[in-house]
């Protein structure tokens, strides 16, 4: 996608220019899902923070933007979004699109990455998965709030049994005593949280993914910061930094030294 094409779309998911100016801000208040790793978790070294691949990219964008970035833990992936929702920060770092954010959050454009979801089961508990509808009846677990993408999330809860609980690692471990047949994670998060914990012997992930979809930053539309030419700066770096392969390097980065950590 050319650039030109680039920010036609992204004006797409951005309020009118004609907006009213709001005044510059210096430091951007951010958080995220701190059960994300190695995009997002808790810094042990700094409590009260967020590290990972994600808030490292951030931090390149804005810098030689001359705005400085906190990226806070501020609790579960559910009150970050109520947070966002209530413009008590400015941004979020890594949230997929749902037409319920898009109604509080405005989408930066490119995608940060795209991220499958697969349905992770107990070994020797294997079932058969081709699409949705070979969950129906089997009881799932995930975090609270977690979507993945807009048409799993409808399909989800009209049709399947899945329970939302505010750490992954409890999800793991209700599945371990069979309280629940399948987790549902993200496939890179879910291989570095298992290796982490200690069990990524006990666990694998079913073939086929749930979704596949794209992670953005997003601005809380309540935010005082989330003004357009601010926006379109940050888009233009994160446009680069995407298609420079950056992303890729943070990843791997920040994968080896979350295993090292555990």
């Known amino acids: 996608m050319g650039k030109s094409l680039f920010f036609v779309v992204a004006a797409f998911f951005q309020t009118p220019a004609n907006a009213l100016p709001e005044p510059p801000c210096n430091t951007l208040t951010v958080s995220g899902n701190p059960e994300y790793p190695p995009l997002l978790w808790r810094d042990d070294q700094h409590p009260g923070f967020l590290i990972g691949a994600v808030p490292a990219l951030l931090k390149e964008i804005t810098e030689p933007l001359g705005v400085n970035v906190e990226v806070r833990d501020i609790g579960s992936w559910a009150r970050v979004q109520r947070m966002a929702r209530q413009g008590q920060i400015d941004m979020v770092a890594g949230a997929f699109i749902t037409s319920e954010r898009i ?102 992930p079913l073939p086929t993914p749930v979704s596949r979809e794209g992670l953005f930053f997003t601005f809380s539309k309540a935010s005082p910061c989330n003004a357009f030419s601010l926006r379109e700066q940050i888009a233009e770096r994160l446009y680069d930094l995407v298609n420079s392969g950056r992303v890729d390097e943070l990843i791997r980065r920040y994968k080896a030294r979350y295993s090292a950590s555990s």
Do not use: C
Request: proline share 5%; charged share 25%.
């Open 103 to 204: 109604g509080y959050m405005d989408y930066l454009l490119p995608p940060i990455t795209h991220l499958p979801t697969a349905v992770w089961v107990p070994k020797g508990r294997e079932f058969v998965y081709r699409h949705w509808p070979d969950l129906s009846g089997k009881r799932g677990s995930t975090l609270i709030n977690n979507s993945f993408g807009q048409n799993f999330d409808r399909y989800a809860e009209q049709n399947l049994r899945i329970e939302g609980v505010r750490s992954i690692e409890q999800s793991f471990q209700m599945a371990l005593v069979d309280r629940v047949d399948y987790v549902l994670y993200e496939v890179l998060q879910g291989e570095v949280k298992l290796e982490y914990l200690g069990i990524a012997d006990q666990f694998v």
